[in-house]
T-cell receptor
């Protein structure tokens, strides 16, 4: 059982380039999330999806887009990368958005925008 | 919005007890979570509180007072492997999690 996977593990990207971070879970979880983690700021929610076919904006959505075409996949796209998007990106999933369901996190993608 | 505060760093000796406090001011409340994150790794779930009181799980316990906007995570019988960051997170009425910046705990021999 893989749980939740992310790709790539790390990436160096030139500013202005387009990039898609991939996230896949095999737990049949309904809800999925994208966070970025920066030193001293903790985890901040970028976008989320409570169920396949729906998405919502988190705390820091600007410059990012997501889609949720099926239960398992939740890709995050940077349309035109900027240096301030240098961060560690974590994808997470949970069985449901409410109740005691905890979020399970993927291993993260370390992105550097130069 | 959410404002979640926790100390930046704490140091304790192996075998001791450490209490990590978390205070929050939120526009809604639907539960509080604690996560552990080792350096370079993903966060992992430790505990969940939605009602006032203490939840105990082995060496870790978590307490919640909703009226005070306050929680703590208690780590007992500290081990070297407990050296990590501990993240306090509050879920709002829209079921989104907001995280504190995390508390780095260093366990010394």
């Amino acid at each position: 059982i893989a749980g939740i996977t992310q790709a790539p593990t790390s990436q160096i990207l030139a500013a202005g380039r387009r990039m898609t971070l991939r996230c896949t879970q095999d737990m049949r979880h309904n809800a999925m999330y994208w966070y970025r983690q920066d030193l001293g700021l903790g985890l901040r929610l970028i976008h989320y999806s409570n169920t396949a076919g729906t998405t919502g904006k988190g705390e820091v959505p600007d410059g990012y887009s997501v889609s949720r075409a099926n239960t398992d996949d939740f890709p995050l796209t940077l349309a035109s990368a900027v240096p301030s998007q240098t961060s560690v990106y974590f994808c997470a999933s949970s069985e449901g958005a409410s109740g005691s369901y905890e979020q399970y996190f993927g291993p993260g993608t370390r992105l550097t925008v130069t | 919005g959410q404002n979640i505060d926790q100390p930046t760093e704490m140091t304790a000796t192996e075998g001791a007890i450490v209490q990590i406090n978390c205070t929050y001011q939120t526009s809604g409340f639907n539960g509080l979570f604690w996560y552990q994150q080792h350096a370079g790794e993903a966060p992992t779930f430790l505990s969940y509180n939605v009602l006032d009181g203490l939840e105990e799980k082995g060496r870790f316990s978590s307490f919640l007072s909703r009226s005070k906007g306050y929680s703590y995570l208690l780590l007992k019988e500290l081990q070297m492997k407990d050296s990590a960051s501990y993240l306090c997170a509050v879920r709002d009425d829209d079921y989104k999690l907001s995280f504190g910046a995390g508390t780095t705990v260093t366990v010394r021999a």
